[in-house]
């Protein structure tokens, strides 16, 4: 019988690839025993949904040898005497397959098509290693709950628990195993999906591709955060239990006690918050539950889901994001998305507020949520996760290359790799035919996500074979089958719980579909028109696209509007675009479509061994990228400090640490809890060494799992708008402009809302003092003369953790604070409510005491915040202009999320104004017409 | 005397908050238990990861009061507790990280019991009132040592609204908790 536990983990993988069925059944069920699977790949885009039907799933190591058969075959065609490969040959299929199936393809896409088999079958091979290294790792599934319980007892009953038992329980390793792999699958195919969906809608013009790009990245965010959220609310309980005060119960020696502790916290937290969740159920949910636990599950995990949708779609993204770059977009997208997940979803969720309080709060008070978030965003610890070994790595390795190719097969390993299978593919690795195919190349297949589904809708009545769609659910649960297995789960529940889940698949047919359509290859032979705006239109037979052809209009900024019923699809661009492409000059106009960093002048820095050269971004190709890669070049920016040094690759080569692309290293200071970016050539090897003696963990910022460090400025190293900071204030600094550097410190502060007046900021602290300073005269003076509103003695009761504090009408009030700080409380409208100002901090909260509890406090944004600081030092027109502006914020937050207020004053007369996003599209508002002033 | 015993059983059932309960045997870990559970409570498996929680009827709050069972893992009682004040801080400290994360505080907390009934021959308790933007609740942890060798852990909440109504019944429901002895029992020694 399956147990909860299975179906609980089946269920968190089902939802992990919600919407990201990246396999069609037709590559999937028709990869038979025996077949060639190119064959079978080929075949596939000339049959239709209905005539495909799951049979087998291909297993590990036929998938091994096929792969190796079909290397043998390329090499008999594609090869010279010489034995390298000539691509302009022609390559047949030539094995038992019938007439209506048999293609010809030449030898470079024959070739595209092997790299990533044997990509496949190395990770396939390496990931058969990795189940040797850890054998029996039973942290990874609570499915292994009574086996759980029969590896603690490894350590004998009434023996204090040894120091590797205590090393092993402190690393945690499996739990990062079995994260990070549905992570980083989930956030290369579906989240990813799902977020460009959410992303395109509000942003057009933005080059599509980019943005895929960069929030196939960063949804890892969002699925780390989701996990960590759902996964442990509902599942981690037991899992906790026994891994924690079982680990080493009544193993542990009164010396270690702390490690008791630490597991008996980690239980009573767990319990404590689901059991919030079991206390919200009602009968309703509990009944249905005992009914079919599956279905509940699926039913949670939809909920969760369509919260991220209703989350995403609210409109905050389009808001914050207005005047962004692509990148910046991207990563914006990625820290909404990972916020909600983790902090929102995660919180509330497991808390028990309940999807239904939640899609209320987003519908009613989306652009606030979203500002909170956004906030939140910039603010709160990153999501931090334990040192992972050498296996991790590697799995983490293999399941983020796996998910990029996942388009093309899918393979269950629910049998091992046999050993002469591994030695004969070792054996053909070290041959030439291997060597020739496996030259960097780019992959195509997650490049080209970019579609509405409307237009591939269109497009499949037309010439374009949208092969990769079909099947989607059933091609779904055999990925999950295959994940299952490293997960420890049940396969064959993974695969019919998803088989019949039927949830998501609209977002993941899209993008396949595209990503389809990119790989159709063949000449263009577009006609060309003008539309009313002047802009010139591009019609192409879809089929007619390849994928390099489609990569490069989109990476000239083309945008592809529509496919028409005749499937031609069509792009649109501006006449200046077409002149680019027409004169080739299109290719690589976005960094991040090549993933090298830009400096501001569109150059890159490139350093190859000794030589340091400078290059125009556009002026560089994927090709020229990787081919500098492989040949170990590093890309950096010119306003990197080390932009022009040369780095001595060997400098700490005897400590073994890895030193970053740009020179870098990243220490975590255990003793004082920071983390340093350091230049890796002023670190001796001895002070390295010191440090890997006290355990500090070192790593490089190219590690995504280390926290990158925070600057002084408040936001995490490599945000864009951290760099600019960063590189005004060093030209400043070197020019011997302190103070000017310390007015845009400030202001990049007051930008990220991380006003922390005892910091340090560049030396800024001292004018961040005055001007808290003249905040709170102005707010003095302004609380003495205002009618109807009034200043109130504030008490501060430190055991309560209250604000206590009376009202004008003698109304005794208390705010929840969490320390002891410099509050102004004033209370208005007879006490009903009350503005909360923290004065160092000018943070600014709003308590509303008619409303229920929950809901009664309202943090300011940062805009909002400004603008109330500078409305509660002002009477306008004899009005208290906090009132009106407080009315105001809240009417706009309501009604209309992407404006923004300010304070002017013209001609002696003092006005609220809207700004809507001025550097994008320049207009002010004044509020009624002056009127409410 | 049977008649005696069954006389005195039924005035405390129905003098009590349990008087129409019923009795549920269920398997947690490697022990048997029996409790009463209170008319209308759920008893669920394995929701949320409670191997068994009983859940009270709904309320207007929206928070039903809950005892959830889980095996803690643990073994010995003596050296789970065996530090006094040092175990309670503990306890304190780990539940004010919790609340904290989740942007709550403290009320008050419950001192250290040490209890036992028929059937526990020892318990462990420790509990607590917060409060989270949510409402305010009170939390009680207890730990009881099963056929003298495994601990198992219990959990309740309940919402301030109902603290007078539902924690009677949570105690009483929470004492006939028994621990049936099991085969392994007899024949595994205790760890102690």
Not at chain 1, 517 to 545: C, H, W, Y
Not at chain 1, 776 to 800: C, D, F, M, R, W
Not at chain 1, 854 to 879: F, H, P, Q
Not at chain 2, 51 to 69: A, C, F, Q, W, Y
Request: glycine fraction near 8%; proline fraction near 3%.
């Amino acid at each position: 019988m399956k147990t909860l536990n299975q179906t609980i983990l089946s269920i968190l993988c089902l939802q992990l690839f919600i919407g990201n069925i990246p396999v069609s059944q037709a590559q999937m069920g028709l990869i038979k025993t025996g077949t060639r699977v190119s064959e079978q790949l080929d075949s596939e885009s000339s049959r239709t949904a209905s005539e495909l039907k799951i049979d087998t799933a291909i297993e590990a190591e036929q998938y091994v040898r096929e792969t190796m058969n079909q290397n043998e075959l390329f090499s008999q065609q594609c090869s010279n005497k010489d034995g390298e490969i000539d691509e302009t040959r022609a390559f047949t299929l030539s094995t038992h397959i019938s007439d209506e199936d048999m293609q010809i393809k030449n030898c470079a896409q024959e070739r595209d098509k092997l790299y990533h088999m044997n990509k496949l079958s190395d990770e396939l091979i390496a990931e058969y290693n990795i189940d040797v290294e850890t054998p029996n790792c039973s942290q990874c599934s609570i499915v292994h709950h009574e086996s759980l319980k029969e590896d603690s007892d490894a350590t004998p009953p009434g023996e204090a628990c040894s120091l590797a038992d205590q090393m092993k329980f402190k690393k945690e390793p499996c739990n990062n195993y079995c994260l990070w792999k549905p992570a980083i699958a989930a956030a290369t195919t579906g989240m990813g999906t799902l977020l460009v969906n959410a992303f395109t809608k509000g942003n057009d013009g933005c080059p599509k591709t980019s943005i895929v790009g960069q929030v196939s990245s960063c949804a890892m965010n969002m699925v780390k955060g989701l996990l960590k959220g759902i996964w442990e609310s509902i599942t981690g309980l037991a899992k906790l239990v026994w891994e924690g005060l079982k680990w080493c119960g009544d193993k542990v020696a009164k010396g270690a006690k702390w490690l008791f502790w630490d597991a008996w916290h980690k239980t009573e937290d767990k319990t404590a918050t689901n059991i919030h969740a079991v206390s919200q159920a009602d009968q309703k949910e509990v009944k249905d539950y005992e009914k079919d636990k599956e279905g509940w599950l699926k039913h949670k995990f939809n909920q969760v889901l369509d919260f991220i949708k209703e989350l995403t779609y609210v409109g905050l993204f389009e808001r914050e994001s207005k005047c962004m770059n692509c990148a910046q977009k991207g990563q914006l997208m990625c820290e909404i998305g990972g916020r909600v997940a983790s902090d929102v979803v995660g919180f509330t969720f497991t808390m028990g507020v309940g999807y239904g309080a939640l899609k209320t709060a987003v519908t009613k008070l989306g652009p606030k949520l979203a500002e909170v978030i956004a906030a939140a965003s910039k603010t709160l610890p990153k999501i931090k996760l334990a040192g992972k070994s050498t296996a991790i790595t590697k799995a983490m390795n293999v399941v983020e290359t796996k998910a990029k190719w996942i388009g093309k097969a899918v393979v269950t390993t629910t049998k091992p790799i046999s050993k002469t299978v591994i030695k004969s593919w070792n054996a053909f690795k070290s041959g030439k035919v291997y060597a020739a195919i496996m030259k960097p190349k780019y992959s195509k297949v997650i490049d080209g996500i970019k579609l509405t589904g409307e237009a591939v809708s269109k497009s499949i009545p037309g010439k374009v074979v949208i092969s990769t769609a079909r099947g989607a659910k059933d091609a779904f649960g055999k990925y999950l089958a295959f994940d299952n297995r490293i997960m420890g789960a049940g396969a064959v529940t993974g695969a019919n719980l998803l088989s019949s889940a039927g949830i998501g698949m609209s977002e993941f047919q899209i993008a396949r579909m595209y990503a389809k359509l990119t790989e159709v290859a063949g000449a263009s032979k577009a006609g060309i028109t003008f539309d009313k705006k002047g802009n010139q239109v591009m019609r192409v037979p879809a089929s007619s696209l390849s994928s390099e052809q489609m990569a490069q209009f989109n990476r000239a900024g083309v945008s592809l509007t529509e496919v028409s019923s005749d499937g031609e699809t069509i792009l649109r661009m501006s006449k200046k675009t077409f002149r680019d492409l027409k004169d080739g000059k299109f290719a690589t106009r976005y960094s991040e479509e090549l993933g090298v960093p830009i400096s501001k002048d569109g150059t890159v820095v490139i350093k190859q061994g000794s030589q340091v050269t400078e290059k125009a971004v556009k002026t560089l190709t994927l090709e020229e990228v990787s081919k500098l890669r492989d040949q170990g070049a590093v890309f950096t920016t010119k306003e990197h400090p080390q932009a022009f040094k040369v780095l001595d690759p060997n400098h700490l080569q005897s400590t073994g640490i890895k030193v970053g692309e740009e020179g870098e290293i990243v220490v975590k200071n255990l003793e004082t809890g920071t983390i340093q970016l350091l230049d890796a050539s002023k670190v001796k090897p001895e002070e390295v060494k010191e440090w890997q003696k006290k355990g500090f963990p070192i790593t490089n910022k190219m590690d995504s799992e280390w926290e990158r460090p925070v600057s002084k400025l408040g936001v995490p190293e490599g945000d864009a708008i951290n760099h600019t900071a960063a590189a005004k204030l060093q030209e400043l600094r070197n020019s011997g402009k302190g103070e000017e550097a310390s007015k845009i410190a400030m202001n990049d502060v007051e930008e990220l809302h991380v006003i922390k007046p005892s910091e340090d900021i560049f030396g800024a602290s001292q004018a961040a003092k005055d001007k808290l300073e003249s905040l709170k005269k102005i707010q003095s003076k302004h609380l003495e003369g205002i009618e109807g509103s009034k200043a109130v003695e504030t008490k501060y009761n430190p055991e309560k953790g209250l604000l206590e504090f009376e009202t004008p009408d003698g109304v005794a009030q208390s705010i929840s604070m969490k320390k002891s700080g410099n509050y102004v409380v004033e209370s208005y409208q007879n006490g009903k409510m009350a503005i909360v100002k923290d004065i160092e901090s000018g943070k600014i909260e709003i308590h509303d005491f008619t409303k229920p509890r929950s809901s009664k406090v309202t943090t300011l944004s940062k805009d909002d915040s400004i603008l109330m600081n500078e409305a509660m030092g002002k009477t306008i027109n004899g009005k208290p202009a906090n009132i009106a502006a407080l009315d105001e914020v809240k009417t706009n937050l309501e009604l209309n999320h992407e404006n923004k207020f300010r304070i002017i004053e013209e001609n002696g007369e003092k006005k609220i104004q809207l700004e809507s996003a001025p550097e994008c599209s320049p207009k002010t508002i004044e509020i009624g017409s002056g009127k409410a002033l | 005397m049977k008649k005696f015993v069954l006389w005195t059983a039924t005035i405390i059932l129905t003098s009590s908050a349990l008087a129409h309960a019923s009795v549920k045997n269920f398997t947690v870990g490697d022990d048997q238990f029996t409790i009463n559970v209170p008319n209308g409570w759920q008893t669920p498996k394995d929701f949320y990861g409670f191997p068994v929680s009983l859940i009270g009827p709904d309320n207007k709050e929206g928070h039903r009061t809950v005892i959830g069972i889980t095996p803690s893992g643990a073994a010995d009682t003596d050296k789970v507790f065996d530090q006094g004040d040092k175990d309670i801080k503990s306890y304190m400290s780990g539940r004010e990280a919790w609340l904290e994360k989740f942007e709550g505080k403290s009320i008050s907390y419950d001192s250290y019991q040490k209890t036992k009934w028929t059937g526990i021959e020892e318990a462990h308790t420790l509990g607590y009132h917060y409060e989270l933007p949510t409402g305010k609740f009170y939390e009680r942890s207890i730990f009881v040592l099963c056929n003298g060798r495994r601990l198992y852990h219990l959990k309740s909440i309940t919402h301030s609204e109902y603290e007078k109504t539902d924690n009677k019944i949570v105690d009483e429901t929470i004492k006939t908790l028994k621990c049936e002895k099991t085969v392994a029992s007899a024949t595994k020694p205790a760890t102690k």
